[in-house]
């Protein structure tokens, strides 16, 4: 069983770059397709971007495409999201996902493993 963990959060200012990452402890990521997603107060959880186990599928939420980047590292066994341009409706608590069959999913209900989240605040 694999335990995602997110770091990297913080307060910025609109405009502001933040780097996500996503490491597992208990065992290996590169296995398993990983998925990037949000919940903000008082609104539902909103998919991201997800990437396969391999690295070579991946696909983005409209609300992110051009601003948000999603890789990984199987050496390093993380998967980071790189957020630029952030915007103050950018914030919410950010979540990274791992799902066994290693294919990438913008469902949230197909993803197995769950972090406890990293919280990204934006300020106008």
């Known amino acids: 069983q694999v335990q995602p963990v997110e770091s990297g959060g913080g307060l910025v200012q609109a405009g502001d770059s933040l780097r996500l990452s996503c490491a597992a402890s208990g065992r290996t990521l590169s296995s398993y397709a990983v998925g990037w997603f949000r919940q903000a107060p008082g609104k539902d959880r909103e998919f991201l971007a997800a990437?396969?186990?391999?690295?070579?599928?991946?696909n983005y939420a409209d609300s992110v495409k051009g601003r948000f980047t999603i890789s990984r590292d199987n050496a390093k066994n993380t998967v980071s999201l790189e957020m630029n341009s952030l915007k103050p409706e950018d914030t919410a608590v950010y979540y990274c996902a791992a799902r066994h069959t290693g294919v990438r999913s913008i469902k949230d209900e197909r993803y197995d493993y769950w972090g406890q989240g990293t919280q990204v605040t934006v300020s106008s």
């Open positions: 990437i396969s186990s391999i690295g070579l599928s991946i």
